[in-house]
């Protein structure tokens, strides 16, 4: 009898364990930030937690609020599907805040994550929430442009698909109504944000495992709780921007870090002046305050694309090796 109880009793004792280990996770990863001084840009921390044996990378990605590609990114020798109980897995989960005005809403397409200023509240310091994004696939671009906004909010929106879309799936043999109602089968999920450009939103979805990946037709994608989230939180008329940054520096108690992103496929130019592109980048921010930078640390940021801060002043550099 005790041989067939202990091994009930052991998966019992570890599924607690690991419902414990995931709460603590998700209570110390949320998604809401202090907002820094404005002469700081680094946000959050990088944390390291073992996996469950349940576990794939896309359940930890969407626990901890970070997308398809960055996880994979960040753990490039974990298997997708079976990273095993125990793996220890890196959550890219420090950021370097985008160039862009700290208000209303920025998305970094490169990276695909949007980053929320909330306005202040009376009383208490600013925060910001950042939510891992899907946007446009190559050939249905996500539009770079600096100045739009919120125009509306949908709850349970219907999808009026246009003529496009509806040929391509055509195309393949799949048929989509003119009209696609509200409902579990809905790509736009329960929340949407109209933008100020027409066609474009800010949504949910009915494919959440899709989250973190450039496979929209130009509309940025959300977790279904992220959307809910930001759909009570933000108001008609918040600000947009959309920036494309594929490096991104900046800075934390004197010290200087890069971030550096995978540049958009169809930026090929892009691609192959990356390291140019960190060089402006760099420049601009050594212009504002002087420090010195390792070429060596600069070169690894760039050719490893990992999407995390890493340090490229010299006194970061001591910092990070004497812990």
Same mark, same amino acid.
């Given at each position: 009898m005790m041989s067939c109880l202990l091994p009930h009793r052991r998966i019992v004792l570890g599924l607690a364990l690991g419902l414990l280990t995931c709460c603590a996770a998700r209570a110390a990863l949320a998604e809401t930030l202090p907002l820094p001084p404005d002469d700081v840009d680094l946000v959050g921390q990088t944390h390291v937690i073992k996996a469950l044996y349940e576990d794939t990378l896309l359940d930890i990605a969407r626990r901890s609020h970070l997308g398809h590609d960055e996880i994979l990114i960040a753990n490039p020798t974990v298997d997708k599907w079976l990273p095993g109980a125990g793996t220890p897995i890196t959550l890219p989960t420090r950021y370097i805040l985008p160039a862009a005005d700290r208000t209303g809403?920025?998305?970094n397409v490169p990276e695909m994550r949007v980053y929320y200023f %909330? %306005?202040? !509240?009376?009383?208490? %310091?600013?925060? #910001? !929430?950042t939510y891992p994004v &899907? +946007?446009?696939r190559q050939d249905w671009s996500t539009p770079i442009i600096g100045n #739009?906004? +919120?125009?509306a909010k949908v709850k349970d929106p219907a999808w009026h698909p246009p003529k &496009? #879309? =509806? @040929?391509?799936a055509a195309a393949r043999g799949e048929i989509i109504p003119e009209v696609v109602p509200p409902g579990p089968k809905n790509p736009l999920g329960q929340y949407a944000l109209r933008l100020s450009i027409p066609g474009y939103l800010i949504h949910g979805t009915d494919k959440p495992w899709g989250i973190g990946m450039r496979v929209t037709h130009g509309c940025l994608r959300l977790y279904p709780e992220d959307s809910a989230t930001i759909f009570h939180e933000v108001s008609v008329g918040t600000p947009v921007h959309i920036v494309n940054q594929p490096v991104k520096v900046g800075w934390v108690e004197g010290m200087l870090y890069m971030e550096v992103h995978p540049p958009l496929e169809e930026d090929l130019a892009r691609k192959n002046t990356l390291m140019n592109i960190a060089l402006d980048v760099l420049d601009k921010a050594l212009t504002k305050r002087r420090t010195a930078v390792s070429? =060596? @640390? #600069?070169?690894? @940021? +760039?050719?490893?694309q990992s999407g995390m801060p890493v340090p490229i002043s010299r006194n970061a550099i001591l910092e990070a090796d004497a812990r």
């Open positions: 809403i920025v998305l %909330p %306005p202040a !509240k009376r009383g208490e %310091p600013r925060v #910001i !929430k &899907s +946007v446009g #739009i906004r +919120v125009a &496009s #879309i =509806r @040929a391509e070429g =060596r @640390a #600069i070169t690894e @940021a +760039v050719a490893q």
